[in-house]
């Protein structure tokens, strides 16, 4: 059980960080400059956590296993975190911009599922998206 919950307790921490840094990020700082801080102390962190957890490890013969996916992650990733950072420029509360966000992703993630991994698209899904966007508009009504 402990297998299965830890990594969405990680995501849900971490996100819960993320917010409170994207929405930090000095206002006058350009977000993209913002970033390759970021991205820096991400790559120093993911290659020191790779050898420290990997007793045989081989990172080039590793990244001889690469596809399109890693390629494509880091431009999504660019995507999100500066559409964050933009989104608090913006104005959005932190209280809301997620939530919004993850309702949206929800639903287009429903028919993702459906069309590329061949996911069912059940009456419960259905419902869900329903009570999804009738939850956004309750979320952003003024």
Do not use: R
């Not at 913002?34 to 991205?39: A, F, G």
Request: include cysteine; hydrophobic fraction near 55%.
């Amino acid at each position: 059980m402990f297998n299965y919950i830890w990594p969405l307790a990680l995501v849900v921490l971490s996100n819960v960080f993320y917010q409170i840094c994207a929405k930090s990020v000095p206002g006058e700082m350009n977000p993209f400059a913002s970033l390759t801080i970021t991205y820096v102390i991400g790559a120093i962190t993911s290659l020191l956590l790779y050898f420290a957890l990997n007793k045989d490890a081989n990172l080039i013969h590793e990244y001889s296993k690469v596809n399109w996916a890693p390629f494509v992650l880091g431009f999504s990733i660019v995507g999100l975190e500066v559409g964050y950072i933009y989104a608090y420029k913006a104005g959005w509360p932190v209280s809301t911009a997620q939530i919004v966000q993850a309702s949206a992703l929800a639903v287009i993630l429903i028919f993702v599922g459906y069309l590329l991994y061949k996911e069912s698209l059940t009456w419960n899904k259905i419902t869900g998206i329903i009570v999804c966007l009738a939850g956004l508009g309750l979320i952003n009504l003024k």
